[in-house]
């Protein structure tokens, strides 16, 4: 497909957008999409109001200070490094203290705060190893629910921004949605908490990976006894390989 229909694709402009506004997306590849919003209205549309669903994430942390050995090694591992590479690293790690311990999960994985990329001792930052994210919308479109998904340990992590209103005697339920043949599999109730964290056994794993899309359902208590999720959807959001978003930029 030529260059310029390819953009033309939907869903291709929203992972482009997605993976410009989160930071996945770096280097010349950023650089051209730069160009490309300058030239395409639509695609800059689109890549505001990723900025817009994306507001909710910095409006829900707290204050998180870090301790002090952290400082101490960074200073220890930039000594030799430039005035200039040592402010801009040092203007990134300011941000740090802003976020709380679940949105510093995600801003690693974005690259808010990628200390790697300019410090390359592993005593100081070790590669976060995220494989899947999906941000997941209310009915208006807002973000309400981020999912972090790990295949070390199979670990899912998963941050309610804002809390739905759900009846009593009722509870959340996630599922994945398959990118094959649009049918759902359950990944487990949720607790109706700011951060939650499970290991998925391997066939939840392999869910993930076919996933086109996570959902959360109000269930009875104990969750869908027919082990389908009901209609009262509360949350939707497509399920991205973290690597795949900086090879569709491409």
Not at 67 to 92: C, G, M, P, Y
Not at 119 to 134: C, D, E, K, L, Q
Not at 177 to 191: F, H, I, K, P, Y
Not at 208 to 233: C, D, F, M, R
Request: aromatic share 6%.
């Amino acid at each position: 497909m030529p260059g310029s229909l390819r953009y033309e694709e939907p869903e291709l402009q929203d992972r482009l957008a997605s993976s410009y506004v989160v930071g996945t997306m770096r280097g010349k590849a950023r650089s051209r999409f730069e160009k490309i919003m300058g030239e395409r209205p639509d695609i800059a549309k689109r890549v505001r109001q990723w900025e817009d669903k994306m507001q909710p994430l910095h409006e829900a942390t707290k204050p998180l200070s870090p301790q002090k050995r952290t400082w101490s090694r960074i200073t220890a591992a930039i000594n030799h490094t430039s005035d200039q590479v040592i402010e801009k690293l040092l203007s990134k790690l300011r941000f740090y203290k802003y976020l709380s311990a679940a949105a510093l999960s995600i801003a690693l994985v974005i690259g808010v705060v990628s200390v790697s990329t300019v410090i390359t001792s592993p005593a100081v930052v070790s590669p976060t190893g995220i494989n899947y994210v999906a941000v997941l919308e209310d009915t208006n479109a807002q973000a309400i629910m981020v999912a972090t998904l790990k295949k070390t340990d199979r670990l899912l992590s998963f941050d309610i921004l804002k809390k739905p209103q759900v009846p009593d005697n009722t509870t959340l339920q996630l599922w994945a949605v398959s990118r094959e043949d649009g049918s759902t599999a359950s990944l487990g109730v949720l607790e109706l908490k700011g951060h939650v964290e499970k290991n998925l056994t391997k066939p939840e794993w392999a869910l993930i990976k076919n996933a086109e899309h996570l959902i959360v359902s109000i269930e009875s208590a104990g969750g869908s006894s027919n082990g389908l999720p009901s209609t009262q959807l509360v949350a939707k959001g497509l399920c991205v390989k973290v690597q795949d978003w900086q090879s569709k930029a491409g």
